[in-house]
């Protein structure tokens, strides 16, 4: 049966300055489509999705959105001047009276709507621009990043969220573990031009490498035949000239075709070179604990780092995570407890909001002025690893242009600046890396020499990151800070951590999962075999059941949930105390009326579950 079109582009093209961005580009998007929109950093997805939603007039061709659709687009900057409250922009497009919806995908989305605008980070405004499009509920989504700044707990929610949605959505994303679990369908923008594929995110590489097979061969046997046609021109045209102009002009063609294809582009030279080998034991820490002022971060934490471990630090935005990496380092002092670095440590730093780059610089000032990076700070030339380079050319390296070097930091996007904070980082030898989010932004050719990289590094590896995939690609050991002081050690990934955790709820004892006495991390199949030599036999009496930690963290919000609906319950009750609402405003009367019985439905709901999370949390 086919489905209506919700959004439909014909011949689009679009020039800013140099080559066209895009050239008489044809999309659909129908009624359930679930669209990953994917290429490489300064393709054109964000300015794509902008053309989509009307942000952004192409030089030639028309966007058709049918009369009654709507399209709702999140940006990653959103502009909220205006609004005093992070929930009053959300709320903003909204019917009066629907203000809660805001409220329901707040919780979730894990922001605070009462927060003031002039107070928000930039990670709670984005938050708030998703929860804005969610809670208008639009047929068409359009969503730019929407990972970017959430914890995986919110990760999590967001991927059921849109895999039980009825609207179309378009999904630009890095984090290849949500691309896989949403999409149905993938649009891919590869040097100007936009390619179609009807599976998932999950198929997108093998597809990719495919066509670039076949336009591989199609390169060569072009290659092949301008070859056997030069030969010819120059060995047999002098008999024939005047009957095989033609072919003379044929092989004109030829030519002028190969000039036009466009290569791709390759990934960054990226390198990592490990520095003087550094003592055996990195970092220990022994009866850690940290606090700000009543927000416990960190109780009694114990753990040893030896050389060539790669520790990903995972838990809830807030928890404490950059605070702990910070301690670790000696950036920061522990409250209580021991911190012992070890020798000949030479650290590299990768911050989550690129504090080491000024947004006022060029590209060329950044890499050479920073002495502390190991450069020389030579007008021309930066240190690369003990050698000198020209600064254009180690630019190129990670796929800058020319015209880049010359331009301002704050004028590159999210993935440019993260690959040029990396340039600075591995300019110098270093054994001890200390990543906080560097996934952020970065495309999938990128990410996927980055992981390469690290497992590869001879030195430790430190590593904050959301990225589900990328930490089970890297991470020998992960830290689960889950909130009150609690953060506990696993050897694994994300994927060893989650099954780890999974058994720890049904009752293993949490010694099991301890690293074996080698040092080397249990693995899949020692905890498979562990569990199936640990199963309660038949007859046995079940243990008493455990809250895990989503039923736990969700026994602690609760409260806090059910007094809000009551607040929403008394305003509309107040609403409704108006004896002439009714005559004045009878529309209004109504939506009232059915709003308040949807409240008390959520209250009674919220209320069963608290009572049953309570009654089991009891034992």
Do not use: C
Not at 81 to 90: H, N, P, Y
Not at 259 to 282: D, H, P, W, Y
Not at 520 to 525: C, I, Q, Y
């Amino acid at each position: 049966m086919a489905r209506a079109p919700l959004l439909q582009l014909s011949g689009i093209s679009l020039t800013f300055g140099g080559d066209p961005v895009f050239n008489d580009l044809d999309l659909v998007v129908q009624q359930g489509d679930r669209v990953a929109l994917v290429g490489r950093n300064g393709s054109g997805k964000s300015t794509l999705m902008k053309v989509m939603a009307g942000l952004v007039e192409a030089d030639q061709g028309s966007v058709v959105i049918p009369p009654g659709t709507a399209v709702g687009y999140m940006e990653q900057d959103p502009d909220l001047s205006g609004f005093a409250t992070l929930g009053d922009f959300a709320a903003s497009n909204l019917p009066e009276g629907e203000e809660y919806r805001v409220a329901m995908v707040a919780d979730g989305l894990k922001f605070d709507p009462e927060r003031p605008v002039e107070t928000a980070s930039g990670g709670e405004r984005r938050r708030a621009a998703l929860a804005k499009l969610l809670a208008e509920a639009p047929e068409l989504m359009l969503l730019d990043e929407p990972t970017n700044h959430l914890d995986i707990e919110a990760i999590g929610w967001l991927e059921e969220e849109l895999k039980s949605t009825r609207a179309g959505f378009v999904l630009i994303s890095h984090d290849r573990a949500f691309l896989e679990a949403t999409t149905r369908a993938t649009l891919w923008i590869d040097r100007g031009q936009v390619k179609r594929n009807e599976t998932g995110f999950a198929a997108f590489e093998e597809w990719r490498d495919k066509l670039w097979e076949e336009e591989d061969d199609q390169r060569h046997k072009l290659d092949r035949k301008i070859k056997a046609e030069a030969r010819w021109a120059v060995e047999g045209i002098s008999a024939r000239r005047k009957r095989n102009q033609g072919r003379v002009r044929a092989l004109g063609d030829l030519r002028a075709e190969r000039a036009n294809m466009i290569r791709r582009q390759g990934t960054a030279a990226m390198a990592l070179e490990a520095s003087e080998t550094s003592g055996k034991r990195v970092v220990e820490a022994i009866g850690v604990s940290k606090r700000f002022g009543d927000k416990l971060i960190l109780s009694d934490f114990n753990i040893k780092i030896g050389r060539g471990d790669r520790i990903a630090f995972v838990g809830p935005n807030g928890v404490g995570k950059t605070t702990l990496l910070k301690m670790l380092t000696g950036e920061i002092p522990a409250d209580s407890g021991e911190i012992k670095l070890g020798t000949k440590l030479d650290m590299a730093v990768f911050d989550q909001n690129r504090e080491a780059l000024n947004p006022e610089h060029t590209l060329w000032d950044a890499l050479t002025t920073d002495k502390d990076m190991g450069v020389s700070g030579r007008a021309d030339q930066v240190m690369v690893r003990g050698v000198p380079k020209h600064v254009v050319g180690y630019l190129k390296e990670f796929l800058f242009t020319d015209a880049q070097a010359r331009a301002p930091v704050r004028s590159l996007s999210g993935g440019e600046k993260a690959r040029l904070l990396l340039a600075k980082i591995m300019a110098h030898p270093s054994n001890l890396l200390v990543l906080d989010e560097p996934t952020n932004d970065l495309d999938i050719e990128t990410l996927d020499l980055l992981q390469e990289l690290l497992t590869d590094f001879d030195g430790t590896v430190l590593l904050v990151s959301h990225d589900r995939d990328f930490i089970d690609r890297v991470a020998t050991q992960t830290v689960a800070m889950e909130g009150d002081g609690r953060a506990t050690v696993y050897p694994g990934g994300w994927s060893d951590y989650r099954e780890q955790r999974k058994a720890t709820a049904s009752g293993k004892s949490a010694d099991s999962w301890e690293a074996k006495a080698d040092g080397k991390a249990v693995t899949k199949a020692d905890l498979k075999a562990e569990q199936k030599a640990t199963k309660v036999t038949q007859g046995a009496p079940a243990a008493k059941a455990k809250l895990s930690f989503t039923e736990k963290h969700r026994l602690d919000t609760l409260p806090a949930e059910i007094a809000r609906i009551e607040a929403e319950i008394a305003k509309l009750a107040e609403l409704l105390s108006d004896a002439e609402l009714f005559t004045r405003e009878p529309a209004k009367f109504q939506k009232a009326t059915e709003m308040i019985g949807q409240r008390q439905d959520a209250l009674d709901a919220a209320e069963m579950e608290w009572l049953a999370l309570e009654e089991k949390a009891g034992g």
